[in-house]
């Protein structure tokens, strides 16, 4: 069902996803990249959520932040609800949550907002209530202000409206709330799809939305699809609407897309001149380009032409991911990328320390690639310097448990990991979340409950009560000798990799040798 007022779904709560889009240090990022001139984070600051959901983003983001001042604002009282329980249980004291539609916000007493973050919304509501959103922007944002929108795109959205519509008219049909409705539709679709009819018939884009579909939480699914507006809008629509409140398109959220070598194939590329304006440059590569989902930074365009500030404090450090993918030392051609990758993989230089370092190498040179380095997701971006390699992977181990750096990791392990299989906690260090998944998130876990020595036994218990199958190569084990074999390489490899990621990373830190972990704050359902 769906609110009169607000036309949104209101009787699901959305996902306790983590968006790291929305970090003030990526948005900074991406508007100093494109010469707009950012304000400092180790400074006090303002940010609203508008849309914030179950306040999963402005709770992992005030602990990342505690110079920040963070606001979440929802009509549905499930998500302040939600969020207000996560934030007294996380103890973030930085954090506010407004149970208010956009209208009533128009009548608050908010301050002036440094960030405005409006994740999922402007696609999913009608252009009444999106003249009151803008109404609230242009009101509360600061005129140094940087302002985040995602939203569904125009032309690439296209093919899957005769999908939404049949998605309605087979809810309609269904007994009970959004969420049976949303896991009714599935089958006759299914069926419809196999079938080749419409609105699958000559339309892949169809398919393969429904292929993800099946896979997806049902909870995001009628947030997407049952509102009773699904509105995919133009670049040029957006803008437009922007250009109303004085406000000019200044990079999207989305690294890669601001560099055309990264995100426009060769062929087209000479189509994009450097010294293009922005808004027409960006209108004909989300036409060329069939954006089916865009994430815009948008700011006061008095403001976009302050001038370019310099990189030289800011800090990067390595994801990993030029190791997982086999790269290896790196060839003539992009022997400059290992050089970097290598020099700033720990996290301990800024980028002037970086490029002293690498002198042999033009400052301008080495700039340029840890952008491309960050775009191409080789380099991650830090609020500070990453820590100095732990001493928990050494003969002290024995005996040594560990606790989270924050009580509000703890309080999203304890809420979220065990039920959905992953989350992101908060990290001051990388200004960002930082997600937790899979075995080695087990094996964490585990250790955090009962200390390295017991870890392994818990971690056989949990993969039993959760009836985990591993699998290598796309086969499942299931002989026990492999099973423990492949634990124990398991577990050595967390030791050497996630284990010290995640303690530089400040996320957890060790318990004195020979400390319990209190009963409250296991994490393991079979310890709780």
């Known amino acids: ?272 001149p450097a010294d293009e304006e922005d808004r027409p440059r960006e209108s004909r590569k989300s036409q060329l380009l069939k954006a089916g989902f865009r994430r815009d930074l948008y700011c006061r365009a008095e403001h976009r032409g302050r001038g370019a500030q310099s990189f030289d404090d800011w800090v990067f450090f390595d994801t990993g991911q030029w190791e997982q993918e086999g790269r290896g030392e790196p060839t003539n051609e992009d022997e400059i990328l290992g050089a970097v990758i290598r020099a700033g993989a720990d996290g301990s230089r800024n980028i002037a320390e970086l490029c002293e370092a690498l002198k042999g190498y033009p400052k301008d040179t080495v700039v340029d690639v840890i952008h491309r380095l960050f775009a191409e997701k080789y380099l991650n971006v830090a609020a500070q310097k990453v820590l100095p390699v732990p001493t928990l992977a050494d003969s002290t181990l024995p005996g040594q448990g560990l606790r989270f750096t924050a009580p509000l990791n703890l309080a999203i392990m304890q809420k979220l990991f065990l039920a959905d299989g992953h989350c992101d906690l908060a990290s001051r260090i990388a200004g960002n979340g930082r997600r937790l998944q899979g075995m080695q998130a087990l094996i964490l876990v585990a250790v955090h409950d009962v200390g390295f020595d017991a870890a392994p036994a818990l971690v056989r218990q949990l993969i039993d009560h959760f009836k985990i199958t591993w699998h290598v190569k796309g086969k499942a084990v299931t002989d026990p000798v492999e099973r423990e074999k492949l634990l124990t390489q398991t577990f050595e490899a967390f030791l050497s990799g996630d284990l010290v990621k995640w303690t530089r990373e400040g996320v957890i830190e060790a318990l004195p040798p020979g400390a319990p972990m209190p009963a409250e704050n296991r994490i393991s359902p079979m310890l709780a």
């Open 1 to 272: 069902m769906t609110d009169s007022a607000s036309e949104y779904v209101l009787d699901a709560p959305y996902t306790w996803q983590f968006f790291g889009y929305q970090s003030p240090l990526v948005l900074n990022y991406i508007a100093r990249l494109n010469g707009v001139p950012t304000l400092p984070l180790d400074r006090p600051f303002t940010y609203c959520d508008l849309g914030c959901g179950n306040g999963v983003n402005c709770n992992v983001l005030a602990e990342c932040f505690p110079n920040g001042e963070f606001y979440g604002v929802d009509f549905n009282p499930e998500h302040i609800a939600n969020a207000n329980g996560l934030m007294a249980q996380g103890g973030c004291t930085n954090v506010t949550f407004l149970e208010n539609s956009f209208e009533e916000l128009l009548e608050s007493f908010l301050p002036k907002f440094d960030f405005i973050a409006l994740h999922g919304i402007i696609s999913w509501i009608s252009e009444g209530v999106c003249e009151d959103l803008y109404r609230v922007v242009d009101r509360f944002l600061k005129p140094t202000g940087l302002l985040y929108v995602n939203y569904n795109a125009l032309p690439g959205w296209e093919p899957l409206l005769p999908l939404v519509a049949k998605i309605k008219e087979l809810a309609a049909d269904i007994e009970g709330d959004s969420i049976a409705k949303m896991r009714g539709v599935l089958g006759p679709l299914a069926t419809l799809e196999f079938n080749d009819a419409p609105p699958f018939k000559d339309n892949p884009a169809a398919k393969y939305k429904l292929s993800t579909m099946l896979k997806d939480d049902p909870n995001y699914l009628v947030h997407e699809y049952l509102n009773s507006v699904v509105r995919p809008l133009k670049f040029d629509t957006v803008a437009d609407d922007m250009a109303a409140m004085g406000l000019v398109f200044c990079g999207s959220a989305e690294p890669a897309d601001n560099h055309i070598d990264l995100s426009v194939p060769a062929e087209f590329r000479d189509q994009f």
